[in-house]
Nanobody
Framework: QVQLVESGGGLVQAGGSLRLSCAASGRTFSTYRIGWFRQAPGKEREFVAS????????YYADSVKGRFTISRDNAKNTVYLQMNSLKPEDTAVYYC??????????????WGQGTQVTVSS
């Protein structure tokens, strides 16, 4: 069982930066792939970024490449999403999720409650 708690969201002007944190409980956290997703009002949830268990392999949505960076600190059971050059279209609720190494496909097993990010123009 893994529990996830996001933090770091807030209101920022366009061009600004935020760093989101995803704190996890559970001794097996370091074996999980962690992903960040977001959902804007009236839109479907979309993938933002993910990182493998070691932190070496990362993936990004095209819309955030070059602006967002995902990283993890397994000693602290925490994954980060550094968001730079924010745009109004980045406004959404951001969720982190954990995928067990036993899980096939792109299904994530555990989800956090989300943190709001609002980017003003």
């Amino acid at each position: 069982q893994v529990q996830l708690v996001e933090s770091g969201g807030g209101l920022v002007q366009a061009g600004g930066s935020l760093r989101l944190s995803c704190a996890a409980s559970g001794r097996t956290f370091s074996t999980y792939r962690i992903g960040w997703f977001r959902q804007a009002p009236g839109k479907e949830r979309e993938f933002v970024a993910s990182v493998n268990w070691s932190g070496v392999i990362t993936y990004y949505a095209d819309s955030v490449k070059g602006r967002f960076t995902i990283s993890r600190d397994n000693a602290k059971n925490t994954v980060y999403l550094q968001m730079n050059s924010l745009k109004p279209e980045d406004t959404a609720v951001y969720y982190c999720a954990a995928k067990s190494p036993k899980q096939v496909g792109n299904t994530y097993d555990y989800w956090g409650q989300g943190t709001q990010v609002t980017v003003s123009s």
